[in-house]
């Protein structure tokens, strides 16, 4: 069990040795149902047929939601990048999730990203203006580039402010911090 939790991504050793002993002093029952809902997760649990977003539904919740402004669309890598910008309580837009990052070195291009539903999507829901929230490195800066390349035909396109620095994952930052990069974000040149 311990080396189970080891391969989960920020548990170390200890802590995998923490949590393995806590599971055991817990009821049967408890145990059961933890299992349970791990399963039901991995059986249950897709994406969704709009954004890409993690959803249990063919549309996830922010997608049915409709006090949400459906013209305005903020592109982000991964689920994980959606739940930091709603945790600002800040955007109150539609959302988009790329599935990772272009990047040559990796083997990842264009054609593995759910880069061309979001074109199809901009264009067809008449998008006035896609935000760009994706990590500032040399890979989050190449995917903005050839996206502001594509979509600036259909729509305004703007990136989050640089408040987040430079390497870091939108995942770890801080709600402040990130709502600030979101009001100061500025079109693509």
Request: hydrophobic share 40%; net charge negative.
């Amino acid at each position: 069990m311990i080396d189970q939790f080891e391969r989960l991504p920020g548990i170390g050793p200890r802590t995998a040795q923490r949590l393995a002993l806590h599971l055991l002093r817990q009821p049967e029952e408890q145990i059961h149902s933890f299992a349970d809902a791990l399963l039901a997760a991995r059986s249950q649990v897709g994406q969704c047929q709009s954004c890409f977003h993690l959803s249990a539904e063919p549309l996830c919740e922010i997608c049915r939601n409709q006090e949400r402004h459906t013209g305005i669309l903020c592109v982000v890598a991964d689920s994980r990048d959606l739940l930091a910008l709603e945790r600002t309580r800040e955007y109150k837009g539609q959302y988009h999730v790329l599935g990772g990052l272009i990047s040559p070195m990796d083997g990842v291009g264009p054609e593995l990203l759910h880069i061309q539903p979001l074109v199809n999507r901009v264009d067809r829901d008449q998008i006035s203006e896609v935000i760009l929230a994706l990590t500032p490195s040399v890979e989050g800066d190449t995917t903005s580039l050839y996206l502001a390349r594509l979509l600036k035909p259909f729509t305004q396109v703007s990136r989050i402010a640089y408040g987040l620095p430079v390497g870091s994952e939108l995942e770890y930052a801080d709600e402040v911090t990130l709502a600030r990069a979101l009001e100061g974000r500025r079109p693509m040149e």
